[in-house]
């Protein structure tokens, strides 16, 4: 991640971060925000490369909870039987383990609890199902299984993402935002944002020599780093203005409503009869007659 290389704070309470750093061909830049921050960081971000690179998407972590991203997950991980009880939830997938030296494939059917008397005790092991070609049905101990994968690439994106909401759900309070750097060789970066900052302090005191010397005034500026980065060899201005700063809902996602048309269940209605046509055969039918 891109150190960070200046600081403009102001008496508004808002601060100007730059950061600087080298990357080298298509690489992601990741960085971390507070959830009330994530506002101020999409209304100000600017990204340069100042080597001729290009940025292509930026994508940041929902506003939506961990615990919401789960439940939209058709899979999930047990607590304290992470790998019998997920294999048996992933019925239907296909799977290859590595088996007494030899690769097995197929479709998970399942697990299966074994219990065996030996020499007067019960053991208990944990078998693998699985459907192999030709309708073969395989059962593996577990313990024999050295190594499994997923050979499903949609079972293996839910379980990403799956164990990214877990992770997301140790710090609920920080949200991720990823810039994707393209461009041959190794570039160099320069990422500014301004974000909600706490206001800079002054402090002053007056020093008295003894011996009748001049007194010395002192300014000393209090400045707080709430910040995750430590600021080493940076550039630190203080800025006594106060700019125009203002809060704007970039972050939530926004629905609109829209109308609803209700199906016509009413019976359909005849067509009217046309009597004009009738009129004038029975005025035929008179005239022949007379």
């Known amino acids: 991640m891109p150190e960070i290389t200046r600081v403009v704070l102001f008496k508004h309470g808002v601060g100007y971060f730059e950061r600087r750093g080298r990357v080298r061909g298509d690489q992601e830049i990741e960085l971390g925000f507070k959830a009330g921050q994530m506002n101020d960081v999409l209304k100000s971000l600017i990204t340069l490369d100042l080597s001729g690179g290009t940025f292509g998407a930026l994508s940041y972590d929902a506003e939506e909870p961990g615990e919401k991203r789960l439940e939209e997950l058709n899979i999930d991980i ?28 197929g479709h998970i059917v399942g697990t299966e609890t074994w219990e065996r008397l030996h020499d007067g005790a019960k053991t208990t092991s944990h078998q693998l199902v699985l459907l192999a070609a030709e309708g073969r049905l395989l059962r593996l101990p577990l313990d024999e299984i050295s190594g499994a994968r997923l050979l499903d690439g949609a079972v293996r994106r839910d379980l990403d993402r799956l164990l990214q909401a877990h992770f997301a759900g140790l710090h609920r309070d920080r949200k991720l935002l990823r810039i994707q750097c393209r461009g041959e060789g ?43 980065d430590d600021w080493h060899d940076i550039s630190l201005s203080l800025v006594s203005g106060l700019p125009i700063s203002f809060v704007h809902d970039l972050y939530s996602a926004r629905y609109r409503q829209r109308p609803v048309v209700e199906v016509e269940r009413e019976a359909a209605v005849a067509p009217p009869v046309v009597e004009g046509a009738m009129l004038l055969d029975e005025m035929a039918e008179a005239e022949e007659m007379d």
Request: hydrophobic share 40%.
């Open 78 to 105: 047990p607590q304290g039987r992470a790998f019998t009880a997920f294999l048996d939830g992933l019925k239907g997938a296909r799977l290859e383990v590595e088996h007494s030296g030899r690769l097995v494939q």
């Open 186 to 228: 190794e570039r160099q970066v320069q990422l500014g944002y301004v974000v909600e900052a706490p206001v800079w302090k002054t402090s002053y005191r007056v020093v008295l020599p003894a011996g009748g010397q001049r007194p010395l005034l002192q300014g000393w500026a209090i400045v707080d780093n709430t910040t995750e």
